[in-house]
């Protein structure tokens, strides 16, 4: 069994930053990719930034320029650095593991995280 745990969400002012963090547990051989998901209040939940083991990164549009997705592929744990966050930001914040291997010969498994609460407001 794996377990995704985020940590790092809370109350900003816009304009602030934040640092979301994700470690991954359990019996991993490997992790494909890497990532952080979204939740609006009202609203489904969308791609916000993915990271490949390679270090290749995706962004939502709207992020672009003001969030950076990391990785330490020896920790299992996915970061997100989120600076310049505006009230729209706000959201519950879900990480994700995509293709996560127990053995060479596991095809893998996609897992989320609990999610962790990011409130921009002055």
């Known amino acids: 069994q794996v377990q995704l745990v985020e940590s790092g969400g809370g109350l900003v002012q816009p304009g602030g930053s934040l640092r979301l963090s994700c470690a991954a547990s359990?019996?991993?051989?490997?992790?494909?990719?890497m990532g952080w998901y979204r939740q609006p209040p009202g609203k489904e939940r969308e791609l916000v930034a993915t990271i490949t083991t390679g270090g290749s990164t995706n962004y939502e549009d709207s992020v672009k320029g003001r969030f950076t997705i990391s990785r330490d592929n020896a920790k299992n744990t996915v970061y997100l650095q989120m600076n310049s966050l505006k009230p729209e930001d706000t959201a519950v914040y879900y990480c994700?593991?995509?293709?996560?291997?127990?053995?060479?010969?596991?095809?893998?498994?996609?897992?989320w995280g609990k999610g962790t609460l990011v409130t921009v407001s002055s």
């Open positions: 359990g019996s991993i051989f490997s992790i494909n990719a």
């Open positions: 994700n593991a995509d293709r996560v291997r127990s053995t060479p010969l596991h095809f893998g498994m996609t897992y």
